[in-house]
C-alpha cells in the first residue's frame, strides 16, 4: 500500500522559512517523479513543485520559483520542500503527491499524502 | 497558464446520473485528469488522461472529452460520493486544475 507521510508544517512569521518533509513507502521511491500541491483554506488546489527521479531535474510555478527547493533522498524514500521568505499567501496544507508514470508533464498525481498546515502570520 | 473552468456546485439525488464539466482555455489533448476530494481529505485520483479509471475506483465513475471539453461522468450516483471533483491538465506547462465542482446529495 502506498503511503506518504508530510511533517513540518507549523506557523510562521512572514519572511522566515520552514521545511517540509514527506515519507513514503509501499512503492519503490526512485522511479517516480514527486511532487508537492498545496490548497489555501477553502481555496482550489496549486501545484507547487516537482522533482525527477534521480533528483537532477526540478520544476516549478512562478508563484514560489526562487524562494522554494524541493529535493529528495532516495536512500530514505524522502521528499522534501524548503521554503524561504515566506509570505502570507503561502499559507496552505501542503500535500505530497507520487505522480503516475512518465516525466514532469504529461503526468499525473496518482497517490497524495494527508498534508500538513503551513500557517504564514506575524 | 491553461484556466480550467469547472461549474461550482451541482445537486443530485442518489441513483441519478451526473456529469461534472471542465472546459479548458486551450487544447490539452487526452492529458485531463480527475479527482475527488471529501470534506477533511486528501484528494484521490479518480480518472487519468481524460478516460482511465484509477486503481481501485469503482466503474460508476468514468471521464470522457479530448482537446478542451472533458466530462466526469458518476452513474449511478451514491450518497458517499458527496466531495469536490477538481480537474487537472498536464499538457501545457505549468499544470494545473480546476476550481473544483462541489457535489451534493438532495
Known sequence: ????????????????SLKLSCAASGFTFSN?????????????????ATISTSGSRTYYPDSVKGRFTISRDNAKSSLYLQMNSLKSEDTATYYC???????YLYNWFAYWGQGTLVTVSS | DTVLTQSPALAVSPGERVSISCRASEGVNSYMHWYQQKPGQQPKLLIYKASNLASGVPARFSGSGSGTDFTLTIDPVEADDTATYFCQQSWNDPPTFGGGTKLELK
Not at chain 1, 500500500?1 to 522566515?16: A, H, I, K, M
Not at chain 1, 517516480?32 to 507547487?48: C, D, H, I, S, T
Not at chain 1, 503527491?97 to 516525466?103: L, P, V
Open chain 1, 1 to 16: 500500500e502506498v503511503q506518504l507521510v508530510e511533517s513540518g508544517g507549523g506557523l510562521v512569521q512572514p519572511g522566515r
Open chain 1, 32 to 48: 517516480y517523479y514527486m511532487a508537492w500541491v498545496r490548497q489555501a483554506p477553502k481555496k482550489g488546489l496549486e501545484w507547487v
Open chain 1, 97 to 103: 503527491a507520487r505522480q503516475g508514470y512518465g516525466s
